[in-house]
C-alpha cells in the first residue's frame, strides 16, 4: 500500500516525526511518500492508497506556513481519487494553549472530511509540553496505524 505523508512544520519536529512515520511504514512494507515541500501534483503522481498528515500548530490554532497552500490547494480541488481513502492525522502542539492545542491537526481532520477519506484511527496528540521526544512517542500510534492499513 502506498502511504502519502503530508507535513506541516514550523521548527522542524513535525517534519521528524513524519521522517520517523515513513521510516517504521516502511519496515513494515509500506510504500511512503514524504516532502515538506509537497504540491498537489507532487502527491497525485505518487498515486497514494492512504493519507497521513502529521502537523504542527501555530499561532491561534493555525496551520505552520508551510502547509498552507498545498492545504489551501487540496480544499479548492477535493480531488475525487482520494474518497474512500484511509487516512489519518498526527497534530503536535502544546496543551498550556488551551483550546487552539493541535489546531492545525484538527484543520487537516477536517480537510479529510471534506475529501471523504476514511478515518481509521483518532487523531494523535502530542504535547510539547509533556513530550521531549514525539517521534518515539507515536511509535504505539504508528503501530495501530499499521494495523488499521492492514484490515
Known amino acids: ?3 502519502a505523508i503530508i507535513s506541516g512544520s514550523v521548527y522542524g519536529t513535525a517534519e521528524e516525526v513524519a521522517r520517523h512515520a515513513a521510516k517504521i511504514l516502511n519496515t513494515a512494507g509500506f510504500e511512503t511518500w514524504h516532502n515538506p515541500r509537497a ?3 507532487d502527491i497525485q503522481a505518487f498515486g ?4 497521513l498528515a502529521v502537523t504542527s500548530t501555530t ?3 493555525e496551520l505552520p506556513d508551510n502547509l498552507q497552500t498545498l492545504y ?5 480541488l477535493l480531488p475525487a481519487a482520494w474518497r474512500g481513502l484511509p487516512g489519518a492525522v498526527i497534530g503536535l502542539g502544546d496543551a498550556s494553549y488551551g483550546d487552539t492545542f493541535c489546531g492545525g491537526g484538527e484543520q487537516m ?7 471523504g477519506l476514511r478515518e481509521v484511527l483518532p487523531m494523535l496528540r502530542l504535547d ?4 521531549v521526544t514525539p517521534e518515539t512517542d507515536a511509535e504505539p500510534w504508528l503501530a495501530e496505524l499499521i494495523t488499521a492499513l492492514r484490515g
Open 109 to 115: 481532520r477536517e480537510l479529510f472530511g471534506e475529501l
Open 59 to 61: 499561532g491561534m490554532g
Open 1 to 3: 500500500m502506498k502511504v
Open 39 to 41: 504540491t498537489l501534483v
Open 48 to 51: 497514494p492508497e492512504a493519507l
Open 72 to 76: 489551501s490547494t487540496i480544499r479548492d
Open 128 to 131: 510539547a509540553s509533556e513530550s
